[in-house]
């Protein structure tokens, strides 16, 4: 039997639980996360005390030995005994996003792999429309030979029956065509002979991760590194971002990408959602540009580099469309949405920056000039702007205007004409090896820089309106709107 003071705590967490809405995915049990605590009374400095604990002195710890370590929490309503204790530390469950995705696989593997969970049920998925969006990574002016020969296509091996999720983590495989050529070299399984088949790079690209990556895991050449650095993953990280996208759009949301600068050629005007909207439907795709003459200057820039051995860079802009204000928060650094979109953009491989909105212009401007005045339609009964240089985000959060993000891509590592480098086996200086690559991936950048927005507000909406199934979602989210129409 517990004792009343001890009942207490058990008691709260059922009023707490009884508090919350019910049916949001996002509601808590009690307001504390849970957490990894260590005892040390003894410790110089100040304490942390659980928001559980009534007084250290009084608790059942009394006469525990110091730094004893208890296990975390099974969740947050746990109760936690009446310690004092020097270290807090978050644990992983704490900080996990309510949408995750990974993805695993090579780039001469057999497969590639993502995952996706946190989806509610009820969401409509298509094959043809995942499909749709690894053919347009594909495309683009500047691609190398590997294009040739891979067709990408999605399998759906869990978490969708009779095209809908089911509630369960969603697992996607896009198979490598390009295994065939490999299977010996990077055999699963060890075999007598294996070593001959090797294909090892024993000179690193300066600008990959070959270098740092042999440094951190103890690897004599690269070739584990660049298998796993290297884009070819992002095909999976497109696959998820399409399931991303396909749950966005059943509320309305829409997530699309052009490119606006290709080396020194640059678009140098805003483009209209529509422009974007109509570069999406095109069959073929040059380099993702919506003014079609901007387009050919970016193609005499590409040509350039074909020419003289070289790679370029640029600029992709990814917007989401129709995004009701509110999403991610200002209370907590990491549930700034800005912050979230940041890493997943700059997660793409080649991308050393990223702006939000006019954020890399707006640095040169004074205040008055740097941001978004507001204005409310009446009849409409919302919030406007006559300009949008926030990039629809101000203090972390959604505003209700387009969000806008901007990738910008450095010129890929690996190069016809080598860079200087040593070799790892001698330590000889040579030239830097060459493997089968780009000029420009730009086109491509901008779709998975689409696919990794449109993850980013996904998990903010799901945060948001919770729910374990669409239309318990849609409940919420239309409650919201009405709640914002209202205020």
Same mark, same amino acid.
């Given at each position: 039997?517990?004792?009343?003071?001890?009942?207490?705590?058990?008691?709260?967490?059922?009023?707490?639980?009884?508090? =919350?809405?019910?049916?949001?995915?996002?509601?808590?049990?009690?307001?504390?996360?849970?957490?990894?605590?260590?005892?040390n009374q003894g410790a110089q400095g100040p304490l942390v005390t659980s928001n559980f604990s009534r007084s250290a002195a009084s608790g059942p710890a009394a006469g525990r030995t110091v730094g004893k370590t208890f296990p975390p929490p099974s969740y947050a309503g746990d109760w936690i005994s009446d310690d004092?204790?020097?270290?807090?530390?978050?644990?992983?469950?704490?900080?996990?996003?309510?949408?995750?995705?990974?993805?695993?696989?090579?780039?001469?593997?057999?497969?590639?792999?993502?995952?996706?969970?946190?989806?509610?049920?009820?969401?409509?998925?298509?094959?043809?429309?995942?499909?749709?969006?690894?053919?347009?990574?594909?495309?683009?002016?500047?691609?190398?030979?590997?294009?040739?020969?891979?067709?990408?296509?999605?399998?759906?091996?869990?978490?969708?029956?009779?095209?809908?999720?089911?509630?369960?983590?969603?697992?996607?495989?896009?198979?490598?065509?390009?295994?065939?050529?490999?299977?010996?070299?990077?055999?699963?399984?060890?075999?007598?002979?294996?070593?001959?088949?090797?294909?090892?790079?024993?000179?690193?690209?300066?600008?990959?991760?070959?270098? *740092?990556?042999?440094?951190?895991?103890?690897?004599?050449?690269?070739?584990?590194?660049?298998?796993?650095?290297?884009?070819?993953?992002?095909?999976?990280?497109?696959?998820?971002?399409?399931?991303?996208?396909?749950?966005?759009?059943?509320?309305?949301?829409?997530?699309?990408?052009?490119?606006?600068?290709?080396?020194?050629?640059?678009?140098?005007?805003?483009?209209?959602?529509?422009?974007?909207?109509?570069?999406?439907?095109?069959?073929?795709?040059?380099?993702?540009?919506? #003014?079609?003459?901007?387009?050919?200057?970016?193609?005499?820039?590409?040509?350039?580099?074909?020419?003289?051995?070289?790679?370029?860079?640029?600029?992709?802009?990814?917007?989401?469309?129709?995004?009701?204000?509110?999403?991610?928060?200002?209370?907590?650094?990491?549930?700034?949405?800005?912050?979230?979109?940041?890493?997943?953009?700059?997660?793409?491989?080649?991308?050393?920056?990223?702006?939000?909105?006019?954020?890399?212009?707006?640095?040169?401007? =004074?205040?008055?000039?740097?941001?978004?005045?507001?204005?409310?339609?009446?009849?409409?009964?919302?919030?406007?702007?006559?300009?949008?240089? *926030?990039?629809?985000?101000?203090?972390?959060?959604?505003?209700?205007?387009?969000?806008?993000?901007?990738?910008?891509?450095?010129?890929?590592?690996?190069?016809?004409?080598?860079?200087?480098?040593?070799?790892?086996?001698?330590?000889?200086?040579?030239?830097?090896?060459?493997?089968?690559? #780009?000029?420009?991936?730009?086109?491509?950048?901008?779709?998975?820089?689409?696919?990794?927005?449109?993850?980013?507000?996904?998990?903010?909406?799901?945060?948001?309106?919770?729910?374990?199934?669409?239309?318990?979602?849609?409940?919420?989210?239309?409650?919201?709107?009405?709640?914002?129409?209202? =205020?």
């Amino acid at each position: 039997m517990l004792t009343p003071a001890l009942a207490r705590p058990a008691a709260r967490r059922r009023e707490n639980r009884t508090a =919350f809405a019910r049916g949001s995915r996002k509601a808590r049990v009690a307001p504390v996360r849970p957490a990894f605590f260590v005892l040390n009374q003894g410790a110089q400095g100040p304490l942390v005390t659980s928001n559980f604990s009534r007084s250290a002195a009084s608790g059942p710890a009394a006469g525990r030995t110091v730094g004893k370590t208890f296990p975390p929490p099974s969740y947050a309503g746990d109760w936690i005994s009446d310690d004092r204790f020097r270290y807090h530390k978050t644990s992983s469950l704490a900080s996990a996003p309510m949408l995750r995705f990974e993805t695993a696989g090579e780039s001469h593997g057999e497969c590639l792999v993502a995952t996706v969970t946190g989806l509610p049920a009820g969401v409509p998925v298509s094959l043809a429309f995942i499909n749709r969006q690894l053919w347009r990574r594909q495309q683009g002016y500047g691609r190398g030979g590997r294009m040739k020969i891979e067709t990408d296509c999605a399998e759906i091996v869990s978490g969708v029956r009779h095209s809908k999720t089911i509630g369960s983590p969603v697992a996607l495989l896009i198979r490598n065509r390009d295994w065939e050529n490999w299977r010996e070299s990077l055999p699963v399984e060890d075999y007598p002979g294996s070593a001959e088949k090797a294909k090892p790079v024993t000179r690193p690209r300066p600008g990959h991760a070959d270098l *740092a990556g042999c440094l951190k895991y103890d690897f004599p050449e690269a070739r584990y590194i660049l298998e796993r650095a290297s884009a070819r993953e992002t095909a999976a990280r497109v696959a998820a971002g399409a399931v991303a996208k396909l749950l966005l759009s059943e509320f309305g949301i829409e997530v699309l990408a052009h490119v606006i600068a290709v080396g020194h050629a640059a678009l140098g005007r805003p483009a209209a959602w529509e422009e974007i909207a109509a570069l999406e439907k095109r069959s073929e795709i040059l380099l993702g540009c919506v #003014d079609s003459a901007v387009e050919q200057r970016m193609k005499d820039v590409v040509d350039e580099a074909y020419r003289t051995g070289d790679t370029v860079g640029g600029v992709f802009e990814v917007v989401a469309h129709n995004v009701p204000p509110g999403l991610g928060a200002h209370t907590e650094w990491d549930r700034r949405l800005d912050a979230r979109l940041a890493q997943a953009i700059v997660s793409m491989q080649a991308v050393k920056a990223v702006a939000i909105g006019e954020g890399v212009e707006n640095a040169a401007r =004074f205040g008055s000039e740097a941001q978004d005045p507001i204005r409310y339609d009446p009849q409409q009964r919302r919030f406007l702007r006559p300009s949008n240089r *926030a990039g629809g985000i101000e203090g972390g959060m959604t505003n209700g205007e387009d969000v806008v993000v901007r990738g910008y891509l450095k010129p890929i590592s690996t190069l016809r004409k080598p860079l200087e480098s040593v070799d790892l086996r001698t330590r000889a200086t040579s030239l830097a090896a060459y493997e089968r690559s #780009d000029v420009c991936v730009l086109p491509a950048a901008a779709v998975i820089g689409e696919a990794m927005v449109a993850l980013a507000l996904a998990g903010a909406l799901i945060e948001k309106f919770g729910g374990d199934s669409l239309p318990e979602m849609k409940r919420n989210f239309d409650g919201y709107l009405e709640q914002v129409k209202n =205020f």
